[in-house]
């Protein structure tokens, strides 16, 4: 095997299951998809706290100053909100999946953007999409990334019976956001420590309660903008335990 297959299988298996789910959308009423939507965000709540429960893990509270694991995760999501809207993330993701809405859908299908976006993000949020990518990179096998892309599969497919082919296209950006990673695998080996990982994952878990929100149509939250705090979890959480 090469380094990047299994980015190419979760890629392979995005469009697999949206590609199906936009197949037996048309099939299902109004009122199934948005009961499928609200499953969807609370299986997501779920995903969230099952992340979230990585803050409280013994090596990341231990290699943390006293205090500090909760300063580092307000921390990353503050400066990274700082970031993202200055990059203008979201709008940027929305303009991208206006592109490609202009290419691939059909007049009036209002749901491609939300669709693209929100799948994007919960395609690439988590653990699963790094370490699995740097394990690929590294060569030690891509069994995360095979787990993962049997999960993005059923996912896509659920998704895309609401939101149509939007979601088959948010492979475009997990492929580009995978294969950074496993370039990083290929070139830097492993690069993170066991409790920088957890510090990522725990933010990550606060960015999925927000598409949970998004999902259950609760709260629209820009997440797009929040995206640079998992870059910054792991860079707190050295600076604090090599500095403070």
């Not at 859908?105 to 653990?127: C, H």
């Not at 290929?186 to 949970?212: E, K, P, R």
Request: charged share 15%; net charge neutral.
């Amino acid at each position: 095997m090469f380094a990047g297959i299994g980015t190419i299988l979760n890629i392979s298996t995005i469009i697999l299951g949206g590609a199906f789910g936009v197949f037996i959308g048309a099939k299902i009423s109004e009122r199934l998809r948005g009961l499928i939507l609200d499953a969807l965000g609370c299986i997501t709540l779920i995903s969230a706290a099952d992340a979230l429960m990585d803050f409280w893990n013994p090596t990341f509270q231990n290699s943390m100053p006293k205090g500090w694991p909760l300063l580092i995760v307000v921390f990353s999501l503050v400066i990274g909100a700082v970031i993202g809207s200055w990059w203008r993330i979201e709008d940027r993701l929305e303009k991208f999946g206006e592109t490609l809405k202009k290419r691939f859908a059909k007049d009036g299908d209002s749901n491609f953007i939300e669709g693209f976006v929100t799948s994007s993000l919960i395609f690439v949020i988590g653990p699963l999409a790094i370490l699995g990518s740097i394990s690929d990179g590294m060569g030690t096998g891509i069994d995360q990334l095979v787990l993962k892309s049997t999960l993005d599969g059923f996912a896509a497919m659920a998704f895309a019976a609401t939101f149509g082919w939007g979601v088959a296209l948010s492979c475009v950006p997990v492929g580009i956001y995978q294969f950074g990673w496993t370039l990083i695998g290929v070139f830097l080996g492993a690069i993170l420590s066991d409790y920088q990982i957890l510090a990522m994952t725990a933010v990550g878990g606060i960015l999925l309660i927000g598409i949970s929100l998004r999902l259950l149509r609760i709260k629209s939250i820009e997440i797009g903008n929040l995206l640079p705090a998992l870059a910054l979890a792991p860079l707190l959480a050295l600076a604090a335990h090599q500095f403070i």
